[in-house]
């Protein structure tokens, strides 16, 4: 097993995540396919455990915090998250977080997180009502939490807004990376960002929730001119081990198969060369079918509706590619005059364009896609009255 330092520990660089972990007939995690799961995983030097409150509606950090209490306490590395992204009449941190103590059965988290500081959720993460940072500084100042960090789905922008506020009391971050969002969720630029903040990085979606595990024919035989015995998924994977800042790779396992093949994988190092990086890289031009948009701004300076039209293009490309719901997240955040749907269709933006795009018709289109979609505001009322039941049923 491939390790590396971080944040003062060793730590495998694959890690658990359990967000998809394998599931019986009637839905409930299949603990029994879990425990071989994670002694695989301890067999072979992975020692990263990731989870968060609401992973299988409450669930996971309880079969995560059962199975790991089979072994040392020492030997492996506990991360779960605090829900403030979800969107809630109030917050509870001290609540939550006593609440998870007890469901994982442990008395301190290795790693703590504020779940996915972005664009809708950094006004409760820095609402002086909740105080949920300053009570989670706290946390760590009392040994109940190792390492303190921040999950986010945000873009540049608030990451860099959110650092400048909290920066000195993050410790590490943890971002969606993967060879397509290198560009297409302005990966780059991120990771250039944090690591320019000295922030260590652990990534999620590696694989964009398995994707870029099942490339077309044509493209898994290109891969394998280069490498005959490596999966598309082993390509993801040595990608991102090859950025500097990156420490941990979280992998979403929800088989013993791929738990299998994730280990063999991280079992060596194997580095992209220069064109194999290229490939991929011009791979995912390819995939993104994208407005070809440039950011140069000319749009913007005669916008009557002063939109971010650049931004918008970003998250319309991305939307376009996947029903993930960090765009219409993103989109809720903003104010309603500056989504979409404001465009008014004048056509100014059009005419001083360099790359010829058809704007009005860009806006037109996402707004259409963002009714199809559900808002995050809904997915996380329904979170919480789920919740609340669950709650309700444990009386």
């Known amino acids: 097993m491939q390790y590396t330092e971080f944040c003062g520990e060793m730590i495998s660089r694959l890690g658990f995540g359990a967000m998809r972990l394998p599931l019986r007939s009637d839905g409930a995690i299949d603990e029994e396919e879990t ?19 609401p992973y299988h509606g409450g669930m996971s ?49 290795d790693f703590y997180l504020l779940h996915n500081v972005c664009e809708s959720s950094l006004p409760a993460y820095t609402d002086p009502r909740w105080g949920i940072i300053d009570y989670f500084v706290e946390q760590k100042k009392n040994g109940r939490i190792r390492h303190l960090g921040f999950s986010s789905h945000a873009r540049p922008d608030t990451l860099a807004s959110f650092l400048d506020q909290y920066g000195e009391h993050m410790e590490f971050c943890q971002i969606q990376l993967n060879w397509l969002d290198w560009t297409l969720q302005n990966g780059k630029e991120k990771v250039d960002l944090l690591t320019g ?73 194997k580095p992209l060369s220069p064109d194999e990086t290229r490939f991929l890289l011009e791979l995912a031009e390819q995939k993104k079918d994208a407005v070809p948009c440039t950011a140069c701004r000319y749009c913007t300076e005669g916008c009557p509706m002063e939109l971010n039209i650049p931004m918008l293009i970003a998250a319309y490309n991305d939307c376009k ?75």
């Not at 992975?46 to 989870?51: E, G, I, L």
Request: proline share 6%; aromatic share 10%; net charge negative.
């Open 321 to 395: 590619f996947s029903s993930s719901f960090t765009v219409p997240m993103q989109m809720d955040a903003l104010d309603e005059d500056k989504r979409p749907s404001a465009c008014i269709g004048c056509g100014a933006c059009a005419a001083i364009c360099p790359q010829h795009i058809d704007i009005p018709e860009v806006m037109a289109s996402f707004a259409d896609l963002l009714t199809k979609r559900p808002k995050w505001a809904d997915i996380c009322r329904e979170r919480e009255e789920a919740e609340r039941r669950r709650k309700e049923g444990l009386k």
């Open 197 to 269: 903040r000295g922030i260590p990085i652990v990534v999620m979606e590696p694989l964009r929730g398995g994707k870029l595990a099942s490339l077309s024919e044509e493209e898994v035989t290109v891969l394998h001119s280069f490498r005959p015995d490596e999966t598309p998924a082993a390509w993801g994977f040595r990608f991102l081990t090859g950025i500097e800042n990156v420490h941990v790779v979280l992998s979403g396992m929800s088989a013993y198969a791929q738990m299998a093949e994730n280990v063999r994988t991280f079992s060596e190092e």
């Open 61 to 109: 950090e309880v079969v995560i915090g059962k199975l790991l209490a089979e072994y040392p306490r020492s030997s492996w590395h506990l991360a779960t998250k605090y829900p403030g992204h979800q969107f809630s009449s109030s917050y509870d941190p001290a609540g939550v977080f006593e609440e998870q103590l007890v469901k994982c059965g442990v008395d301190y988290f």
């Open 35 to 53: 425990r071989r799961m994670i002694a695989l995983a301890m067999d072979n030097g992975v020692n990263y455990f990731d989870t968060a409150f």
